[in-house]
């Protein structure tokens, strides 16, 4: 029995059984990690109500046959209790979950910077500092710049021409200059590009003083980027969507 401990954000359960869970977590060390929690969902479970979505935990485990088991569970921090009283911010923090099991996709593939960027966003989302779409839409475009996937917003995405260009086509890569246009790109407003790149950039002050509409532009183009670049939907962003 192979003994190993970690931290990690718990982004996703599942019912096993009768009493089982099975656990998926995104890990500082380890990365993608399903694992089981055997009795978790038993009321007098030591650790059941540490495994819960959102929740920073320190886990100890045991490599099992198919599925590991969590033998131990401690809280580091629990972000469910700032997000789930409030609509916007739970389904924000709904997508960045559903986005981040997604977009590492490989189990037990270290991916530290993909954990330290979603710890970071839950964070800066329970604090209630920023607005959370643009928590949600920052989270997006950054976790897709880690895996390669970052959309060009200050050259051409084809021919590499530097400027502020005013079309972007999610196909090509980002923004593309009017030579290499190609059918089917949009015509965003010269804001929502520079507010895309404030987000990507952590220029919190630029993002903060941005108009209504063109976050909600911005919001349209991170999420049809993202949904491009994972093939799979990501089904939680209608609820944002919607908020």
Known sequence: MSLY????????????????????????RTGLVRAVGKGVRRTKSRFGARLEPFSHVDVQLYT??????????????????????????YTAATAMLETAEKIVAVEKDPALRQFLLLIGALRTLGEGTHDSRMVLDAYLLRSLAVAGYAPALQECARCGTRGEHRSFAVHAGGSVCSVCRPHGATHPAAQTLRLMLALLGGDWPAADASEERHRNECS????AYLQWHLENGIRSLRLVERS
């Open 220 to 223: 349209g183009l991170v999420a």
């Open 5 to 28: 401990r970690d931290e990690g954000v718990v982004l996703r359960t599942q019912k096993l059984g009768e009493a089982d869970r099975i656990v998926t977590l995104l890990t500082r």
């Open 64 to 89: 099992g046959r198919t599925l590991d088991v969590i033998t131990q569970a401690e809280t580091v921090r629990a972000y469910g209790e700032a997000v789930v009283g409030d609509y916007s911010r």
